[in-house]
T-cell receptor
Framework: AQKVTQAQTEISVVEKEDVTLDCVYE???????LFWYKQPPSGELVFLIR??????QNEISGRYSWNFQKSTSSFNFTITASQVVDSAVYFC?????????????FGSGTRLQVQP | GAGVSQSPRYKVAKRGQDVALRCDPI?????LFWYQQALGQGPEFLTY????????KSGLPSDRFFAERPEGSVSTLKIQRTQQEDSAVYLC????????????FGNGTRLTVT
């Protein structure tokens, strides 16, 4: 069965620090998608990135970057030069394709607090 | 354009009452999902619709939970004879294609059962 583990429950940093949020996943499928979502205090989950299991290229988008390593089943997320507006709960999620299921399996989330 | 809209935003129910939660997805979105999010946890899948067809209801926790999307747009999640363990935020999400595209989430309905 699929599983997503976010071992860091809460992280607190000072503005301008870099921070990495860890995500480890388990799946038997050879084809799957990995996602990161941000949940600010308003409650609405905001999509950040989707990565196909066949694409191991790292991605950078502004201050955000993602490191996908199939060998360690990890999909880590780094925020460079963090800002107060980055404070939120971040969820990693997995969607298996081989089974045909559409459901996302989410991790338990990492609460990031960026102090001014 | 408008995002996914859920109503009510908050609902308080006495144990044993029935509740109905509404979701208006983004216009034209084929797929619609319901998730349940307990306090401090990640969302957990409940059910999935492709247009009006309910293709996956494996996440519904009991037969007290029922969802429908009769015309392939608006969806309603109904919980009968609510129990305290049903207290959670219920999130609705929609996507443009058959469920592989990124999901657009609503703000959720926070259900409190007293």
């Amino acid at each position: 069965a699929q599983k997503v583990t976010q071992a860091q429950t809460e992280i607190s940093v000072v503005e301008k620090e870099d921070v990495t949020l860890d995500c480890v996943y388990e799946t038997r499928d050879t084809t799957y998608y990995l996602f990161w979502y941000k949940q600010p205090p308003s409650g609405e989950l905001v999509f950040l990135i989707r990565r196909n299991s066949f694409d191991e290229q790292n991605e950078i988008s502004g201050r955000y970057s993602w490191n996908f390593q199939k060998s360690t089943s990890s999909f880590n997320f780094t925020i460079t030069a963090s800002q107060v507006v980055d404070s939120a709960v971040y969820f990693c999620a997995l969607s298996e394709k081989d089974t045909g299921r559409r459901a996302l399996t989410f991790g338990s989330g990492t609460r990031l607090q960026v102090q001014p | 354009g408008a995002g996914v809209s859920q109503s009510p935003r908050y609902k308080v129910a006495k144990r044993g009452q029935d509740v109905a939660l509404r979701c208006d997805p983004i216009s034209g979105h084929v797929s619609l999902f319901w998730y349940q999010q307990a306090l401090g946890q990640g969302p957990e899948f409940l059910t999935y619709f492709q247009n009006e067809a309910q293709l996956d209801k494996s996440g519904l926790p009991s037969d007290r939970f029922f969802a429908e999307r009769p015309e392939g747009s608006v969806s309603t999640l109904k919980i009968q004879r609510t129990q305290q363990e049903d207290s959670a935020v219920y999130l609705c999400a929609s996507s443009l294609d058959e469920g592989r595209a990124p999901l657009h989430f609503g703000n959720g309905t926070r259900l409190t059962v007293t």
